[in-house]
């Protein structure tokens, strides 16, 4: 008989254990007659699991409650032993990204959704705390994969399952929008890679979740009104109570208001004598115009170049590519995180060649004499070679056009996607 899961189908817990069983080719039975709203915790359910929540597995006298455990109970089951590496170097590697995926991101999301949704009393430094601590777990993921199709070794684990099941319930809350997934556009990769296996894709709604798209504005609790009281004749006025001393997180929201912001830093670009040449205005050319019959020669009449630069930029790493879509998926990140000199940079790179033979190259104009400045905001811009561009050089000008036009071959590769930092 085929061990059975209880729990509420849609939840992303559930789905942590239905991914891992069809990924170990393990039949399971699922009972979805619970609801949120059913009284469920009866006295024989919480005889077999006294914890009393789901889901729990049972298998013959086994009764499993926690999710983590369960799905590794059931991938040890299968034969598919690569969800479950054998090395135990390998499966240590594994239990360490369940435990964060539960312990650092689950564990947060609940919280300020929770406090967002007035389940427990709102507290703003409560709330901003728990959002800042998960951002630094989800940043210091999102470096980690940079390089990375999956956490551990080089096929999908329930290092990936226990993860992605915890990023899609983050990625459906009220918390989480879509400019909050912009910043982490490796994570969103690798949900997006796990969601559309085949043998995953309608456990994950098909492989297309509706995730949140706007963050819906805080809305506090509405205070209840007082009931209406009979007219009496009118008293004279009691003395005023005096005010009850303000909680310690009042004080401390008042007192966050009532601190001036630190005066923006002043970036050093700003400083560059004033220039002709608009770079907003050249992204509205590019953007609206036929690349090389009418954006290229608008450039080349209005270009600046002793207040500006051009650069051809290559990935240092294009042996480890693989899938072009990954790779086209790496310039995007490249370019969120360069957010912070939008104003200073203009970009066009793209991914040519195919799969497990491609190239990541393009062009770049910067602010100023040179490229550093407006790069190193983005932590993996070592991770590119910079090399000036000469428009006086044929071999430096076909680069540039080509690198803004997308239609000729570059280093014998043909362009298959691209991206614009704009």
């Known amino acids: 008989m085929a061990p059975t899961l209880t729990g509420f189908p849609g939840n992303s817990r559930v789905r942590r254990v239905l991914a891992a069983a069809a990924m170990a080719d393990v039949e399971l039975e699922h009972d979805k007659s619970f609801t949120f709203k059913s009284d469920w915790r009866t006295e024989?359910?919480?005889?077999?699991?006294?914890?009393?929540?789901?889901?729990?597995?049972?298998?013959?006298?086994?009764?499993?409650?926690?999710?983590?455990?369960?799905?590794?109970?059931?991938?040890?089951?299968?034969a598919n032993q690569t969800i479950l590496p054998a090395d135990p170097k390998q499966r240590a590697l594994v239990k360490q990204w369940m435990c964060t995926a539960d312990q650092e991101i689950m564990i947060p999301t609940a919280l300020t959704g929770y406090i967002f949704n007035n389940t427990v009393p709102y507290s703003k430094a409560t709330f901003n705390g728990l959002m800042e601590r998960l951002w630094k777990r989800l940043n210091s993921i999102e470096a980690y994969m940079l390089h990375r199709t999956f956490l551990v070794g080089e096929r999908l684990t329930l290092a990936d399952i226990t993860i992605v099941t915890s990023l899609t319930n983050l990625f459906t809350s009220s918390i989480f929008d879509a400019s909050s997934r912009a910043k982490v556009p490796n994570l969103v990769r690798l949900v997006e890679t796990v969601i559309r296996h085949p043998k995953l894709a309608l456990i994950f709604d098909n492989g297309n979740p509706q995730w949140t798209e706007v963050c819906p504005p805080y809305q506090a609790p509405a205070k209840e009104k007082p009931a209406a009281a009979e007219k009496a004749p009118k008293a004279e006025a009691a003395p005023k109570a005096p005010k009850a001393p303000k909680k310690k997180e009042e004080e401390e929201e008042e007192e966050e208001d009532l601190v001036p912001a630190e005066p923006k830093a002043k970036n050093p670009l700003d400083d560059l004598p004033k220039s002709a040449f608009n770079l907003?205005?050249?992204?509205?050319?590019?953007?609206?115009?036929?690349?090389?019959?009418?954006?290229?020669?608008?450039?080349?009449?209005?270009?600046?170049?002793?207040g500006f630069s051009i650069w051809r930029v290559d990935f240092k790493y294009n042996d480890e590519l693989t899938q072009t879509f990954m790779s086209n998926n790496l310039i995007g990140g490249f370019f969120n995180r360069l957010e912070a000199s939008r104003k200073y940079l203009f970009g066009s790179m793209g991914v040519l060649g195919k799969t497990n033979d491609s190239i990541v190259t393009g062009t770049v104009i910067c602010r100023g004499p040179d490229y550093k400045p407006v790069m190193d905001v983005a932590p993996d811009w070592e991770s590119y070679e910079y090399k000036k561009i000469d428009l006086e050089n044929p071999e430096d000008k076909a680069f540039f056009e080509a690198a803004l036009a997308w239609d000729l071959e570059i280093d014998g590769k043909a362009w298959v996607d691209g991206k614009n930092f704009k």
């Not at 009393?52 to 926690?66: A, H, M, R």
């Not at 590019?286 to 600046?304: H, I, V």
């Open 44 to 78: 024989a359910f919480l005889r077999d699991h006294p914890m009393g929540y789901l889901p729990v597995l049972e298998d013959g006298e086994l009764k499993l409650s926690e999710s983590a455990a369960i799905a590794e109970y059931v991938a040890s089951l299968g």
């Open 280 to 306: 907003e205005e050249w992204k509205r050319q590019y953007s609206n115009l036929d690349t090389r019959k009418e954006a290229l020669p608008w450039f080349y009449e209005k270009f600046d170049k002793e």
